[in-house]
């Protein structure tokens, strides 16, 4: 996998109980993600002294309910700022490019 520098930000956080655990991913920090047969995963790091790593494993059935339920929520709100719509604009051109059916030989 090779890590690509994130863009613009992340915050992940995990509440059990009794506890809570809470990680910022920033421009310092890095991203890979890899698809494999059944499912996606998204390793968001930060490196150095305070270095933290989180992996979030989706199989694409709970993929596709996150992304419809995103569209649903973006069609229904205020649109949003140019550099923003135009990024999710042109990834979601390549994802959809990336599942046209691809001929065999």
């Known amino acids: 996998m090779s890590l ?3 863009s613009d930000k992340a915050e992940v956080s995990v509440d059990f109980p009794d506890k ?3 990680g910022n991913f920033g421009r310092h920090s890095q991203f890979d993600a890899y ?3 059944d499912s996606v995963a998204i390793r968001l790091v930060r490196p150095g002294e305070d270095r933290r790593e989180v992996v979030v494993h989706l199989n694409y059935g709970l993929l596709a309910d996150v992304l419809s339920e995103l569209a649903r929520l973006l069609a229904a709100r205020d649109s949003l700022d140019t550099q923003h719509r135009t990024e999710l604009s042109e990834a979601a051109k390549l994802l959809t490019a990336a599942l046209e059916p ?3 030989s």
């Open 4 to 6: 690509h520098p994130i």
């Open 20 to 22: 809570a655990y809470l």
């Open 35 to 37: 698809a494999d047969a």
């Open 102 to 104: 691809r001929a065999t």
